[in-house]
């Protein structure tokens, strides 16, 4: 039991999971019990982790310790409404403000309703305005939604926050154009600059971290028009996993740049696994059919964005129609197409 708490305490989730497993003590102390609760729950063991949750409540129902882990380990496995009604119990009701607070921010945050974990770890931060747990969540929360700037000002620059301030710049790099042409790559050569710095100050062993920001320079060498580069990047990268879906979308422009239309296809067919009702994949899978004189692919991808792809744009509260201008690059690719197939 000892060892349990102290391999859990030492950041090895793993290995405590296992040694509790195989002690069988169904009479476990609660420090050892709380242990194995929380390794099960580090290494995404959700239902043992459930488990335990349960046998502690059951067996020590004066701690709150255990309705609010049991809701954070239901969070965790996408049973946020369970978690949420956990909270509402009387035994619930015995831990402290701030931690009932947090964890149903928590249930909220998993569950995809940002808006109001965002009010509630607000008000967590209210609740004690010296504890930097609350402030720590909400700046993760608006940089997991593109906000890594407002996170900042909550937060302060954190490793995490600096990074996703390096993948706003790209993305403000990609659409932000100036309007001279000698000036177009300002915003992207800045982000790549800021990537780069990060990456030099980010040590070897954090590898997640180091993977987040070459992918966000990948995207960046991509919109630089840095192709060659792109393609070594997302060859290294992809040995050691999938790519995500945005990253995978610049490998494929910049195979299909490269005059690799087979590999750009897959690229793209990949990416469009990942998120069907994206646009920007199907013209590059549309182009790239017609690279390799697929036409028959080629044909399906362009009449799919025809349909897709209104005559008219409406706005809400203006009852006037605006004419699409993306309608008629989709129509005049079908017709290049068709030219394209004879």
Known sequence: MDLTTLLQQN???????????????????DYALIAATRANRDIRQYEEAEKLAREGARRFPSDPFWPVVLSLILSDAGR????????????AGRATPLERTLAEAYAHRRA?????????????????????????????LLTGMGAPYAAAEIAGITPPIAAGQAGSMVRWGADIRAPEPASRFVGTDAALVRLDTLLA????????????????????LRDRVRMVEVVEEGAALTADGPLPA?????????????????????????????????????????????????????????????????????????????????????????????????
């Not at 999971?17 to 476990?28: H, L, M, P, Q, T």
């Not at 995809?112 to 993760?140: I, K, S, T």
């Open 112 to 140: 995809g309703d940002n808006f109001a974990a965002m009010r509630l770890y607000g008000e967590a931060a209210r609740l004690a305005p010296g504890n930097p747990e609350p402030r720590r969540e909400l700046a993760g």
């Open 80 to 91: 946020s409404q369970d978690a949420l009604a956990i909270l509402k119990t009387s035994a």
């Open 201 to 220: 100050a980010t040590p070897p062993e954090e590898k997640a971290a180091r993977r987040r920001l070459r992918l966000d320079r990948m995207v960046a």
């Open 246 to 342: 945005y990253a995978d979308e610049a490998y494929g422009d910049a195979l299909l740049y490269l005059r690799r239309p087979k590999e750009s296809r897959e690229a793209y067919a990949r990416v469009l696994q990942q998120t069907p009702d994206k646009l920007e994949p199907l013209y590059g899978h549309f182009y790239s059919s017609v690279e390799l004189e697929d036409f028959t692919a080629a044909y399906a991808d362009i009449d799919h964005l025809l349909k897709v792809e209104p005559v008219w744009r409406t706005y809400a509260h203006d009852p006037s129609r605006y004419a699409n201008s993306d309608r008629t690059y989709v129509e005049v690719a079908a017709a290049q197409s068709r030219l394209y197939g004879n």
């Open 11 to 29: 950041g090895k989730a793993e290995e405590a999971a296992a040694v509790f497993a195989r002690a069988g003590k169904s009479d476990a102390p």
